[in-house]
């Protein structure tokens, strides 16, 4: 599996890097911290999961980049903005393959993330369909 992390440079953006590979069979994690560096890289390689910090500096221009670039690639934005990453949450869960844990997430949530992606639905789209019923 290739993942990968878009953060701020630093140690805990290795210890995710490290315990992420750790954790998973076969994995392999990249990590960028601007915007720059996403352009290159996916002109230069192919991800099972981008996994990126929303609140980073640039955050909402690199999602939007991957998405021009991959519409379907499997992105977990770690957030804790109360609005979408698109202009609603049902675009992202429906639309596209976004999904978005609470930050602070423990590792173990990003993990279970990462090998489940396609069967998780979202800690935001799932808290706005729940205010929607109750």
Known sequence: MKILMID???FQLQTRKILLEDS???CVVDTVSTLGDVFIV???DKYDVVII???IENGQQCVDHILQTSPMQPILVVSDAIHCVLSRCEDCVSNNLIRRLFNPTPIKNIV???EGFRNY???HYDAETSKIKG
Request: include cysteine; glycine fraction near 12%.
């Open 8 to 10: 701020q440079v630093g």
């Open 112 to 114: 279970r993330m990462v």
């Open 24 to 26: 998973i069979e076969r």
């Open 121 to 123: 639905r979202c800690d």
């Open 53 to 55: 910090d929303h609140g």
């Open 42 to 44: 996916f002109k230069q």
